[in-house]
């Protein structure tokens, strides 16, 4: 998405506006960056750990479930099996009515990973114990819960990574001590895991700091795998590195327990293929600060991002410097294009206890600035989101934040340093703000829920009260990511091939043509938002279905 002249000058009108209102009107919760936040629920019972948003705007949460009671019971007096447990680890939010519904989650869930289907069931995968080798699924509707199959993996999994392939299963790669990688749903041809030297190369002795590793599928058909380090390209189907791109500038670690995050940038599909495409890590924690942690040494996280163009034959990072260190943020791709840091600390490293300085100010950085002015320090939050704290996009491009425990057990009292967060807030940035909402396009049609397949042609019906600038309208589709840890799943942000939109004679409204994905290798089957960006304004997405 690139800028044009009039669309930077409407952001530094923008930005003087909000300046104006700073200093004159606004309480002051308006930082420079705006963004606002709102409490959505003080108290959902559980730790949000894990979340995913489903193709009905509910949101699966889940925590583990091995340390006891949690904050919410399980729906008519159930208790868990041989336990006098009767509380619930897992909830459904509602996002319109704003509410949870208790679950029962059997087995431990905690750590694990997740992708949704094509049909829009969540598939999660592993945990601790006797849950490493469990499959759930979770199919959303007023009265489901999860169900459990016991040796789903054929290998116990622990802090592994899901990814969604263009043929309908899922790929889960690494946890814990196992450096393999594997398929769900099984096939007859695919039903072991297959062993990965990679991941037993970017294994740090005794620290790990390649769990979780970044996994995006690559328009080619391979994946694009991030770990400690450094990435490579993976072919999957053939068990065969492709590529090794340079070790990152610093040679510092950014996956668990030195948690950073990375994204793809977006991915401008023009005439049916993707030319550029580019991968930013954030954030992350020196090799020396796991055991430094361990001994109360808390050092300093990483305050550089690396963003490589991994589609150039010969790629090199070029290195950033975020406005603060951070350690544990999540990075989420928003409708516009724009990517937001959130959450974490600014010292020590994941896992219990071994953070500090919590980053309370998300940032937005801007891919397509010049390079000195791509970050922007947001409004800051009152609650710290340190370890096991996670956020995701909902469709009306609000941001839901919740979780942090970074304790074995729940612990509330105010002797504790960072107790643990039961609460749901939102993050809403800039783009939602009512000063603005002249330039928001609303979607008439298609309506949510439309099918489509690769390559249709559509035609989009919006709404737009001020002036449409034509030139400055883009249309972009979400995959909605499984977030946990600090990275988000499967997320992956599209700007279609459209045409400049055209006004309806008959009502004053707008039309845009824009081409769906020409292919599962840049787009798998399920479920995605689409969203109508106006100046950087996105409308509310609607979903739609790729089949
Ligand atoms: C959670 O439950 C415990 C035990 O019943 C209670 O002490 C604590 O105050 C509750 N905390 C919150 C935030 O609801
Ligand atoms: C897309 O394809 C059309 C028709 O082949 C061609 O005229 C146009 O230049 C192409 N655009 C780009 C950006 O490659």
């Not at 336990?83 to 750590?111: F, G, I």
């Not at 500038?249 to 993707?274: A, C, F, H, Q, W």
């Not at 495409?277 to 001994?295: T, Y």
């Not at 970074?406 to 000063?435: G, Q, V």
Request: aromatic letters at 10%.
């Amino acid at each position: 998405m690139s800028k044009s002249p009039s669309t930077l000058l409407h952001q530094h009108h923008l930005h003087f506006l909000l300046f104006i209102l700073v200093l004159f009107h606004v309480p002051s919760y308006r930082a420079d960056g705006g963004g606002t936040w709102l409490m959505l629920l003080p108290n959902i019972g559980i730790s949000a750990m894990h979340m995913q948003l489903l193709p009905n705007d509910r949101v699966v949460i889940f925590d583990r479930t091995d340390f006891g009671t949690s904050n919410i019971s399980l729906p008519d007096g159930k208790c868990r099996p041989n336990s006098d447990d009767c509380s619930a680890h897992s909830v459904e939010y509602d996002v319109a009515k704003n509410t949870v519904r208790p679950l029962m989650v059997l087995s431990n869930v905690w750590c694990s990973s997740g992708s949704l289907m094509p049909d829009g069931t969540l598939v999660q995968t592993g945990g601790n114990d006797f849950g490493g080798l469990v499959v759930r699924v979770y199919d959303s509707c007023d009265t489901c819960d999860w169900v459990e199959i016991p040796n789903g993996l054929a290998q116990p999994r622990w802090y592994a990574t899901n990814h969604k392939l263009p043929d309908g299963r899922q790929i889960v790669i690494g946890g814990r001590d196992t450096f393999t990688y594997e398929f769900f749903p099984k096939t007859p041809e695919a039903n072991t895991a297959v062993d990965f030297p990679f991941l037993v190369e970017t294994n740090d002795p005794n620290m790990e700091n390649n769990l979780y590793p970044f996994v995006h599928l690559y328009p080619d058909g391979n994946l694009f795998i991030f770990a400690n380090n450094r990435a490579i390209f993976f072919d999957y189907v053939n068990n065969k590195v492709v590529k090794t791109f340079p070790i990152i500038p610093g040679d510092e670690p950014r996956n668990y327990p030195s948690t950073g995050s990375g994204v793809l940038l977006p991915m401008k599909i023009v005439n049916g293929s993707v030319d550029v495409i580019e991968f930013l890590v954030c954030g992350g924690a020196r090799r020396s600060a796991f055991f430094n942690a361990f001994n109360n040494v808390f050092e300093k996280g990483l305050d550089t991002c690396g963003r490589i163009v991994i589609s150039d034959p010969d790629p090199q990072w070029v290195m950033e410097t975020m406005p603060m260190a951070r350690v544990m943020g999540d990075m989420l791709l928003l409708p516009n294009g724009d990517v937001l840091i959130i959450n974490g600390v600014s010292a020590g490293v994941a896992g219990w206890e071994l953070g500090r300085d919590p980053v309370l100010s998300p940032v937005i950085y801007r891919p397509n600035n010049p390079i000195e002015s791509r970050f922007e320090v947001q409004t800051s939050a009152t609650i710290p989101r340190v370890y096991h704290s996670t956020a995701i996009l909902l469709r009306d491009g609000r941001v839901l934040v919740g979780g942090s425990n970074a304790h074995d057990k729940y612990e509330f009292s105010e002797t504790t340093l960072y107790p643990t967060e039961l609460s749901l807030e939102e993050f809403s940035p800039f783009y939602l703000d009512s000063s603005v909402s002249g330039l928001r396009p609303v979607i008439i049609s298609p309506v949510t829920g439309s099918k489509f397949g690769y390559g249709n042609r559509i035609g989009i019906n919006f709404a737009a009260s001020d002036n449409l600038d034509p030139n400055s309208v883009t249309v972009t589709l979400l995959a909605p990511s499984f977030n946990t840890h600090s990275y988000s799943m499967n997320q992956r942000l599209l700007v279609l091939d459209s045409d400049i939109p055209t006004t309806d004679p008959e009502t004053s409204n707008y039309w845009v043509c824009a081409t769906m994905p020409p292919s599962g290798n840049i787009a798998p089957l399920g479920d995605y938002i689409l969203f109508v960006v106006h100046k950087e304004i996105p409308s509310e997405g609607i979903w739609i279905h790729i089949e």
